[in-house]
């Protein structure tokens, strides 16, 4: 090829290369968006116009870069850095360090103040009461309510609780109650003002920039160990922190940290960013050693994080065998709990059959007593009632013998009635006691309930009396005749009576034995009280009450048992108790047993 070939050649390559850089140039460069989070202390609106300009001088400064300002809380600010939404925080530097203990941050410039000579320890708590509180001192906060933004604020809640641990309290235990409201700051003012709380705990200046806008009177307020810092407007109540610094997630490259960083050491005190965000522009990162320091005194600093949220970052980056981990998890919770279940119902099944096996023992035991006992009565009853008719007939043959040979002994002849009454009355028990075997109806006729009870403590009289028992009786209301079996009732009586004797007669002291018998005639029915201060029950009433229970060493259990058939067949109720549980209010004494019964008109 000639010089004049190769001359065309290179002029079309440079003309090829000139073409693709000029289309290059047409294309416009990737602008990269970034999140900047800031702590919205004073409400997301006011977060939007203090710190947007700040961002667009930034999105100026830094090429091919947009920035825009994200208001959140301190949990917004966590969870937001934990799902990668946030590239860059504005935050105060009791916050940075508690997330760097689980995000990579690293700080590039620390806020110098406007208000007060571009300090950059502006940071602390002030305590604020109503201007009339007998609150004067700390120690007067004692057990006392406040309010707070966040447990997580450096300047609203932290810097207090170091005070007070230097103060030599106890911080945890010191007030009675802490509320925390959140964001904006504004309503831990208005607590105080209504009397909703006795104190807030507010960042530093708080209280004077709602007096500056016009929100509060300063005559309202006062602060608790007030202190003015050099150079500064407002009062605080702890020393001052460092101010709030602007960081960088780990995400974010080194070059354009590099170019953040210059921009913001770069920018004016006059610039609009600066008068809006309050500064007077940035300056290297300052030292957190008092920080640290307030966080080691509270044992702030070394807390690991929750639980949950390691777990939950675990889950993150095992996304896989976490999911695994958690179905398997589920499924053995689940399985776990039915294996409980299952054996809970077959623990129930098998105690309720052993109860039921037990009850059908008792009750296979209380029936072959039963039926001994029913043939030996028979027997018995058949047996008893010849003599019984031979002592009648006898009675009977003997006082018609004395009225023919007209002998007039009243003597004699009133004790033949007597035996002859008692013999008749035998052979009644000895009838119904053969009709309650066979399950026979006993014949009701008109009764009187007085005349009955009489009877049977004219029975026992002789037992009564040997005993040195006190008997009384009080009757109330007007009498009225009842239909009724008075065979069943007299055996009653006499059983009631006689287990209230056996019961006196354990007792020691024998001139203070007492009997008392009230009978109270309603309107529609009869209550009959019978009341002795004896030792009282010596176990369950229900078991007392079945069939062949006894706490006699001589007993059969019957006695009861018979008061029991005989008032349910008048339709009536039987109630044995200590006089101490008793919901009687007459009774005579607290000590001994109240036997209760209750017999309907009709």
Request: with cysteine.
């Amino acid at each position: 090829m000639g010089f004049c070939g190769k001359a065309i050649v290179m002029g079309l390559l440079l003309l090829s290369v000139l073409g693709a850089n000029l289309s290059y140039a047409d294309e416009p460069p990737q602008v990269h968006h970034f999140r900047v989070g800031v702590l919205a202390n004073h409400g997301v609106l006011q977060a939007k116009q203090r710190w947007q300009p700040m961002m667009d001088y930034l999105t100026e400064q830094v090429p091919n870069s947009h920035f825009e300002v994200v208001p959140v809380d301190f949990n917004g600010m966590s969870s937001q850095l934990l799902n990668h939404e946030l590239q860059f925080i504005v935050t105060n530097p009791g916050q940075y360090l508690h997330l760097s203990n689980n995000f990579p941050l690293s700080w590039l410039a620390t806020m110098k103040s406007r208000k007060h000579q571009g300090s950059t320890f502006t940071i602390g708590a002030t305590i604020i009461v109503r201007a009339d509180s007998p609150i004067r001192t700390l120690q007067d906060l004692r057990g006392k309510n406040v309010v707070a933004s966040d447990p997580q604020a450096l300047g609203g809640y932290q810097a207090a609780m170091g005070l007070l641990h230097k103060m030599g309290f106890i911080p945890e235990q010191f007030f009675g109650q802490v509320r925390f409201l959140g964001f904006p700051l504004e309503p831990l003012i208005y607590q105080v003002r209504d009397g909703s709380a006795d104190a807030a705990i507010a960042p530093f200046c708080t209280l004077e920039e709602m007096i500056e806008t016009g929100l509060v009177n300063q005559a309202d307020y006062r602060v608790i160990h007030p202190i003015t810092p050099p150079g500064c407007d407002c009062d605080v109540s702890t020393q001052l922190y460092p101010n709030w610094s602007f960081a960088a997630a780990d995400t974010v490259s080194p070059r354009l940290t590099m170019a953040i960083t210059r921009a913001l050491f770069d920018l004016p005190a006059d610039h609009v960013a600066a008068i809006t965000a309050d500064t007077l522009g940035w300056t290297a990162p300052v030292s957190q050693l008092k920080v640290i320091e307030l966080f080691k005194e509270l044992q702030l600093q070394g807390a690991s994080p929750p639980l949950y949220q390691t777990v939950y970052k675990w889950m993150e980056k095992n996304k896989e065998w976490g999911g695994v981990l958690l179905l398997i998890f589920i499924v053995s919770t689940i399985y776990h709990l039915w294996l409980e279940y299952k054996f809970r119902q077959k623990s129930e099944f098998l105690v309720s059959t052993e109860r039921q096996l037990k009850d059908k023992a008792l009750q296979l035991e209380r029936l072959q007593s039963a039926a001994i006992l029913g043939e030996i009565g028979a027997g018995l009853a058949h047996e008893l009632n010849q003599p019984i008719a031979a002592i009648t007939q006898y009675s009977e043959g003997t006082m018609l013998q004395l009225e023919r040979l007209g002998q007039d002994n009243p003597e004699l002849y009133d004790v033949l009635g007597k035996i002859n009454a008692q013999s008749i009355r035998a052979g009644a028990v000895v009838h119904r006691i053969r009709g309650l075997l066979k399950r026979r109806q006993a014949k009701a006729e008109p009764l009187n309930v007085t005349l009955v009870v009489e009877e049977a403590l004219a029975l026992l009289r002789r037992e009564l009396d040997r005993a040195k028992v006190q008997v009384s009786m009080r009757v109330q209301g007007e009498p009225f005749e009842l239909m009724g079996d008075s065979v069943g009732l007299s055996q009653m009586w006499v059983n009631l009576v006689k287990n209230s004797l056996d019961a006196l007669e354990t007792c020691g002291d024998n001139n203070g034995r007492q009997l008392r018998i009230d009978i109270y005639y309603l309107a529609d029915k009869i209550k009959v009280l019978v009341i002795d201060n004896g030792e009282g029950l010596q176990g369950q009433a229900s078991e007392l009450m079945a069939s062949f229970a006894s706490t006699k060493d001589a007993g059969l259990g019957l006695g009861l048992a018979i008061c029991k058939d005989v008032v349910s067949r008048h339709h009536g109720s039987i109630q044995i108790e200590n006089c101490q549980q008793s919901t009687e209010m007459l009774l005579p004494w607290q000590q001994g047993c109240v036997v209760t019964v209750i017999l309907p008109r009709e």
